[in-house]
């Protein structure tokens, strides 16, 4: 009995003790720099990944960026969705302050852009 008794004891005050993740956080911000300069925050319940969000709209040449960097629940890590002019992307990881990347795997098709134009402008005069 004794001897379970310094087990806990020594298992009470050596245990490092459990932290939450820290993610950066940020909302609708056009530079990585810009989320990286605020404060990080504590995960909490199940949110066990760290996130990069990123939409990025391209109209007549211009490229606009908005990141969105916090905590997420595992099952809400999507991936990378380009729909006409826009592309948008979810990247997850799972350590501390591993979103510092502005990154989102967002792969800007070209191609994609060009021609969802061209759809969009014939559809547009041949109403």
């Known amino acids: 009995m004794k001897t379970v008794l310094a ?8 245990a490092p003790p459990v932290v939450p993740l820290q993610c ?3 909302a609708n911000e056009a ?12 995960c909490t319940g199940n949110e066990d990944r760290c996130m990069v969000s990123k939409v990025t709209t391209e109209i007549f040449g211009q490229q606009i960026t908005t990141l969105k960097k916090g905590c997420i629940k595992s099952a809400e890590c999507t991936g990378t969705i380009s729909i006409l002019f826009i592309s948008t992307g979810t990247e997850c ?3 501390n302050l591993c979103n510092i990347s502005g990154s989102a795997g967002v792969g800007e098709s070209k191609l994609l852009l060009i021609a969802s134009f061209l ?9």
């Not at 087990?7 to 050596?14: C, P, V």
């Not at 530079?31 to 504590?42: D, F, G, I, L, R």
């Not at 759809?119 to 109403?127: A, E, G, L, Q, S």
């Open 7 to 14: 087990l806990l004891f020594m298992i009470y005050f050596f």
């Open 24 to 26: 950066y956080s940020c």
């Open 31 to 42: 530079s990585n720099k810009v989320c990286n300069a605020k404060p990080p925050v504590n």
């Open 93 to 95: 990881c799972k350590t």
């Open 119 to 127: 759809y969009v402008t014939f559809k547009f005069f041949n109403m």
